[in-house]
């Protein structure tokens, strides 16, 4: 009987042992996914606020603010704030029509993990540019 009593206590141990093992593991894919699905939304935010300045862009009536602003609400609307950069070129009633309008946007992410992931730094540059045709 006292046996069966020292074989529970130490299987509960090595069970301890071997959660406290395999604990930063789990902590760390979990602390990952997180990371890359932040990642991915925000680019994702990002892409669609450029998408709309090319839109707002390529309207005749459209200037070079009306763009960077309807980026920056688009923006902010998604939960985003911080360090943004909107270029623009060929906006406004000067241009010819079926010319390229480009908006570019970048966007600097602060990673909740900082640099416990390895490989990943404190930010990530994330940006898209989108292309349409003046009307």
Do not use: C, W
């Amino acid at each position: 009987m006292l046996n069966r009593r020292k074989n529970k206590s130490t299987l509960r141990a090595q069970s301890v042992v071997e959660f406290a093992l395999v604990l930063p593991v789990l902590l760390l894919i979990i602390m990952g996914i997180v990371e890359f699905g932040r990642i991915f939304m925000t680019q994702q935010i990002v892409v669609n606020a450029s998408r709309e300045g090319a839109r707002t862009g390529v309207l005749p009536s459209s200037t070079t603010s009306d763009v960077q602003a309807i980026v920056l609400n688009f923006l902010t609307s998604g939960g985003l704030s911080g360090p943004t950069s909107v270029q623009t070129t060929n906006v406004g009633q000067s241009v010819p029509a079926g010319s390229a309008t480009s908006v570019n946007v970048q966007y600097t992410l602060s990673l909740l993990s900082g640099t416990i992931i390895p490989g990943l730094g404190d930010t990530i540059n994330l940006s898209h540019t989108t292309v349409m045709r003046h009307e």
